[in-house]
């Protein structure tokens, strides 16, 4: 399978990498943004994917060089290859302030830790060879210490786990038939009502043309991104949903 491009133009692409899971692995989307031939992988995956990813990575980018890596939060699909990844290249990885000391009981040895670079909570601008890309916070969506990427250029919003779902598309085609593919994730990973409005908001002042979550089926279009964006903004999850599940087993 090929690299889906969401965008291009002379200097800035935005690339989704082929689908490289296999056996019971949860599939994961790898991206890619290069801009004038320097490159930032988001949430690279685990040791499976790591060599394919890496070489898909490399090729892409040409002559050029990956100079940063985004880790949305800790999980395994995310950031389990990740001292592959600090020890075959130059590139600086960033990360959630709550997970720089945690992600090393993933095996980064000491030489590379210094690499590893935390993000504070309001999030921060990334400078990708003069673009600034806008780290976002989007905590409890739905880790504790959870980080999104808005591409100015390609107005692009990547949105980690938020917006995952299951069915093998690349692109959401139909939004009311996607939702069931989404809604029991949602519910369960999700934390709660209240920071999904609180995303919603924030994202709502951007201009936004396609987001891309790290799992299924990006959505392309002011229309679908807009209707997503509502389906969050009124969906209740996590704790909202807890009730009465707390009991000791018989």
């Not at 690339?15 to 004038?36: F, T, W």
């Not at 989007?138 to 990547?158: E, M, Q, T």
Request: charged share 20%; hydrophobic share 45%; net charge negative.
């Amino acid at each position: 399978m090929a690299c889906d491009v969401l965008y291009e133009d002379d200097n800035h692409r935005n690339l989704l990498l082929p689908a490289y899971e296999e056996g019971n692995m949860v599939p994961a989307n790898q991206h890619l943004i290069v801009h004038a031939g320097v490159g930032m992988i988001l949430d690279p995956g685990g040791h499976k994917v790591y060599n394919r990813v890496l070489s898909e990575t490399m090729s892409q980018i040409g002559g050029g060089k990956l100079a940063l890596i985004f880790l949305s939060h800790q999980d395994p699909d995310i950031v389990a290859a990740l001292n592959g990844w600090l020890m075959t290249t130059d590139a600086v990885a960033y990360a959630s302030r709550l997970w720089v000391r945690f992600i090393p009981h993933f095996g980064l040895d000491r030489l590379v830790t210094d690499r590893l670079k935390p993000i504070p909570d309001e999030g921060m601008t990334l400078d990708l060879n003069g673009v600034g890309l806008k780290i976002l916070p989007a905590h409890f969506l739905h880790s504790c210490g959870n980080l999104h990427v808005y591409d100015p250029i390609s107005k692009i919003l990547y949105s980690g786990d938020l917006g995952a779902s299951l069915g093998g598309e690349r692109k959401v085609e139909d939004f009311d038939a996607h939702v069931g593919k989404m809604l029991g994730f949602h519910q369960r990973y999700m934390a709660s009502n209240v920071a999904m409005r609180a995303w919603a908001r924030m994202v709502r002042t951007l201009d936004i043309d396609i987001i891309a979550p790290q799992h299924g089926a990006y959505f392309q279009g002011k229309d679908m991104v807009s209707r997503f964006i509502d389906w969050v903004e009124n969906l209740q999850c996590g704790v909202d949903l807890i009730g009465e599940s707390f009991k000791v087993p018989a």
